[in-house]
C-alpha cells in the first residue's frame, strides 16, 4: 500500500472505529438484515464484514461461525479497496484468495460484496453473501444488495446517536453528581450515599461519623498565589483524603475548601478519632503545586448518627457546627458537635500525639516480670513490658495507651522497639555471665500482620546476638484471624529459626483447644482470669487443671498467669503447672532492680 493509501486507509479505519461496534456483543437489527439477505437472495452464507487495520470482524453472520479473520485473506477487503461491488463468480477459478476460510472450511463457490459507505464516503466493511456453486448474480440482486447495505449504514448510525445520547447522559449524570473541579462526589451524591448509609445503621446499630473538614488559611494561598495554584491544591487535597479512608467512606466537596467525609460502620463513636486522625495526619506531608511547596492543616468538626441527628441535613448542620468550633480551638484542631465527645476525643489524640513522641524521644521503658518454676523456685525467664513514666514522676498504666498504640501502626513501632530493648538488655545481661533465662515478648495482631515481622525477627536477633532459642513471642489466638493458613505459616518459619512461641490468655477464647492442636507452641499461659478464683472455685480449679493436663500430653510447658497468693501458687503447683509468674513472686522491676535481685554476687 502506497503513503497516501495507507494515510486514506487510517482515515477510513477512523470512520469505522467512530461507530464503537468493533468487538460488540450480537445485536438484533444487523442479524434481521443478514437473514432478510439470506432469504432473498436464497444465499446460504451472509455476513456483515467489517475491515480493521489487520482484521476482519463479522458484526452478524448466517450460516458460518466464524467472528475474525485475517484482512488479507478475504474478498471484503478487495471490496473495501474498491469502495465499490465486487463480484467473483467462480472462486475456485480465481487464485487470489485460496485461504479465504469460506473456501476452505464451507466449499464456497462465488462471492458477491456491496461496500459498507459512510455519509462522508469511506468504505468501512462490507455487506457480503457467499454460494456454495458458481453463479453470476443478476442486476436486481446487486442492486437489493447496496439497497441493504444502506440499511447496515442506517443501522450503524442509529446505533452510535443512541449510544452517545447515552454517554451524553452518563456525563450529565455525572456532572450533576460530581465536583467538576476534583471530581469527589458533591452534595447531591453525597445525601444520597447518607440516606443509605443511615439506613444500614438504622439495621445494624453501627454509628456513622459526618465530618466537616475546612482548610485553614486557604483563602490566603488562593488570593496571594492565585486560583491555578489553590485549584490545583484542592485537588491533591481531595486525593489525600480519599487515600487516608476506607474503601466504604466517602470524600464530598461542597464548594470552596470544604470537604465532607462520611464514615460508615463504626463500631463505637469515638472510633471516629482514630478517622479524624488520619484525615489530619494525611494533611501533614507538604503538597507540591508547580514551584510552591505549601503546608496546609485543617479544622474537622464532627457529628454522629443517630446520636446527633436523623437525617443528613441535621448532620450537617451539626458538623458544620462542629468545625466552626474547632476553627476557633487553633490549627488542625478536631470537634464532636456534643461538648462531652470532644473532650474525649481530644484527650484521645493529646494521649496519641504524647505516645508518638514518647516513642521517638525514647521515654519509654522496659521492665521486667520473672516467671518462676514452680517446682524449684528459680527464675526461669522475664516477661518484657513496656511502661511509660510521666513528668510528674508517676508511670500510665499500659492499659491506657497500649489500646490506642494498637489502632494505628504506631503499636508496630512500638513492638519493634520493645523487641530490639529488651533482647538487647539480655544480651547485655548474658554477656555478663548471667543465668540462660527465656525471654517472653508480647506480639500484637497488627505486628503479626505486617508483612516485614519475620524480617525484623531475624534483624533483632542479627543484631543483639540473643540465641534464637531464648526469645519467646507470646500471641493470642485472635492473629489467627481470618487467615489461620497464613498465621500457621509463620509459627512454622519462626520456628525454624529457633524461635519459641507462646499462646497467651489461654481459655478465653471460642477456639483455644483447636489452635493449641494445630500451632506449634512451646508454652500455654493460663489465663489470670482462672487463677484468680483458685483454689476456692472448683470450676476454675477443674478447667485449670484440665488445661494443664493436656498441654503436658501434646508437650507444651504451662505457665500460671496472677498469682498474687500462696495458695494459687499451691495449688498450681500441686496440679503440675511448670511456671508461675505474678506479684507473690515480683512485680514488673526495672533493669536496675532485676540485676540487684537476681544477678548481684
Known amino acids: ?46 455476513l456483515i464484514n467489517l475491515v480493521d487495520v489487520k482484521r476482519t470482524w ?63 464516503g469511506f468504505a468501512i466493511g462490507a ?55 476534583t471530581g469527589l462526589p458533591n452534595r447531591l451524591r453525597l445525601l444520597d450515599r447518607m440516606e443509605v448509609a443511615f439506613r444500614q445503621s438504622a439495621r445494624s446499630g453501627h454509628p456513622v461519623a459526618v465530618m466537616v473538614l475546612d482548610l485553614d488559611r486557604f483563602k490566603l494561598i488562593n488570593d496571594s498565589l492565585g486560583h491555578l495554584v489553590g485549584d490545583e491544591l484542592l485537588k491533591q487535597v481531595g486525593q489525600r483524603l480519599c487515600e487516608a479512608l ?48 505549601l503546608e496546609v492543616t485543617g479544622s474537622l468538626g464532627i457529628s454522629l448518627y443517630p446520636n446527633d441527628g436523623q437525617d443528613p441535613q441535621q448532620l450537617l448542620r451539626a458538623a458544620d457546627t462542629a468545625m466552626y468550633q474547632a476553627k476557633t480551638a487553633g490549627k488542625a484542631q478536631v470537634c464532636f458537635y456534643t461538648e462531652d465527645m470532644t ?12 505516645l508518638t513522641r514518647a516513642l521517638q524521644c525514647n521515654e519509654l521503658r522496659v521492665h521486667y516480670q520473672p516467671q518462676v518454676n514452680l517446682q524449684t523456685d528459680v527464675v526461669v525467664g522475664l516477661e518484657a513490658l513496656v511502661r511509660w513514666p510521666q513528668a510528674d514522676g508517676s508511670w500510665l498504666p499500659p492499659d491506657q495507651f497500649i489500646p490506642l498504640a494498637e489502632e494505628s501502626r504506631l503499636i508496630i513501632e512500638l513492638g519493634t522497639w520493645v523487641l530490639w530493648e529488651a533482647c ?29 515481622f519475620l524480617s525484623i525477627i531475624r534483624e533483632v536477633l542479627e543484631g543483639t546476638q540473643v540465641p534464637a532459642g531464648c526469645l519467646v513471642l507470646e500471641i493470642t489466638e485472635s492473629v489467627m484471624g481470618s487467615r489461620p493458613t497464613e498465621a500457621l505459616g509463620l509459627v512454622e518459619q519462626l520456628v525454624a529459626l529457633g524461635v519459641r512461641v507462646a499462646l497467651d490468655d489461654f481459655g478465653t477464647g471460642f477456639s483455644s483447644l483447636s489452635q493449641l492442636q494445630h500451632l506449634k507452641v512451646d508454652q500455654v499461659k493460663i489465663d489470670r482470669s482462672f487463677v484468680r478464683d483458685l483454689p476456692e472455685c472448683a470450676k ?50 526495672s533493669p536496675q532492680d532485676i540485676e540487684a535481685s537476681y544477678l548481684s554476687p
Open 127 to 181: 455487506l457480503a453473501v457467499y454460494d456454495t456453486q458458481v453463479r453470476h448474480f443478476t442486476a436486481g440482486e446487486v442492486e437489493l444488495l447496496v439497497g441493504l447495505a444502506a440499511v447496515v449504514i442506517d443501522e450503524l448510525e442509529l446505533r452510535l446517536l443512541t449510544l452517545q445520547a447515552k454517554q451524553a447522559q452518563s456525563r450529565s449524570d455525572y456532572q450533576a453528581h460530581h465536583d467538576p473541579l
Open 343 to 354: 473532650v474525649a476525643a481530644q484527650h484521645k489524640l493529646h494521649l496519641h500525639g504524647n
Open 540 to 589: 476454675s480449679q477443674a478447667v485449670t487443671e484440665t488445661i494443664i493436663m493436656l498441654g503436658h500430653r501434646l508437650g507444651v510447658s504451662l505457665i500460671g498467669e496472677g498469682i498474687e497468693t500462696e495458695a494459687q501458687r499451691d495449688t498450681l503447683k500441686g496440679m503440675s503447672c511448670d511456671v508461675g509468674q505474678g506479684f507473690l513472686f515480683a512485680r514488673p522491676m
Open 58 to 120: 463479522l458484526k452478524s453472520s448466517q450460516g458460518l461461525n466464524i467472528h475474525e479473520m485475517d484482512r488479507e485473506s478475504g474478498y471484503c477487503n478487495q471490496c473495501v479497496q474498491r469502495a465499490d461491488v465486487f463480484a467473483v463468480p467462480d472462486l475456485l477459478a480465481d487464485g487470489r484468495f485460496d485461504n479465504d476460510p469460506r473456501v476452505k472450511l464451507v466449499g464456497a463457490r462465488c462471492y458477491l460484496g456491496a461496500p459498507l459507505l459512510t455519509p462522508d
Open 424 to 452: 538487647k538488655q539480655l544480651a547485655q545481661w548474658q554477656s555478663q555471665g548471667g543465668p540462660p533465662w527465656s525471654l517472653s515478648v508480647n506480639v500484637s495482631v497488627r505486628q503479626w500482620e505486617d508483612p516485614n
Open 1 to 46: 500500500m502506497t503513503p497516501s493509501g495507507q494515510a486514506d486507509d487510517l482515515q477510513r479505519v477512523a470512520a469505522l472505529r467512530r461507530y464503537q461496534v468493533l468487538d460488540s456483543l450480537p445485536e438484533a437489527a444487523f442479524d434481521r438484515i443478514t437473514l432478510i439477505v439470506k432469504h432473498l437472495l436464497k444465499a446460504p452464507i451472509v
Open 246 to 293: 476506607r474503601a466504604d467512606d466517602s470524600v464530598a466537596r461542597f464548594g470552596g475548601d470544604e470537604f465532607v467525609l462520611l464514615v460508615p460502620h463504626l463500631n463505637t463513636s469515638l472510633d471516629a478519632v482514630q478517622v479524624a486522625q488520619k484525615v489530619l495526619l494525611s494533611l501533614e506531608r507538604p503538597f507540591q503545586v508547580g514551584d510552591h511547596r
